[in-house]
């Protein structure tokens, strides 16, 4: 799969913005609704548990705080089809993932818009900012 065209012409399907990082990473600004905007960043990587190639849609949510309710997130986690909630570098994301072998163009942007969605709702629910 070419990542960076694909997400090149899903951003001007959807009126966002691109920007190529090298030949396995690239990010969308996707446009949300009241004139909101959420960073999704995509990439290809080898799945070393199982030996494929994947795909992963990642998006910042906030700095991770100590009184932040963990165990809300992973409850919401169970509510959510492709995204799930992470924590690395100490910032909690919105991700999702796929095999690139059996992911199709149309799944992969249902995963990009729920991944984009998810982020910008739990960074105005966490933070009361537009900031990622």
Do not use: W
Request: glycine fraction near 4%.
């Amino acid at each position: 799969m070419d990542l960076n065209a694909f997400m090149q012409n899903y951003s001007d399907e959807i009126g966002g913005q691109y920007s190529e990082y090298d030949s396995k990473t690239s990010i969308i600004i996707v446009p949300l609704a009241d004139e909101r905007f959420q960073t999704v960043l995509g990439k290809l990587k080898q799945s070393q548990r199982y030996d494929r190639l994947g795909i992963e849609f990642v998006s910042k949510v906030c700095e991770f705080e100590a009184d932040m309710d963990l165990k809300a997130l992973l409850e919401e986690n169970a509510s959510l089809n492709h995204a799930k909630f992470s924590i690395s570098e100490n910032f909690i994301n919105v991700e999702a993932s796929s095999f690139v072998d059996t992911a199709t163009e149309e799944v992969l942007k249902e995963i990009i818009q729920e991944v984009a969605n998810v982020a910008d709702e739990y960074e105005f629910k966490l933070t009361g900012e537009d900031v990622h």
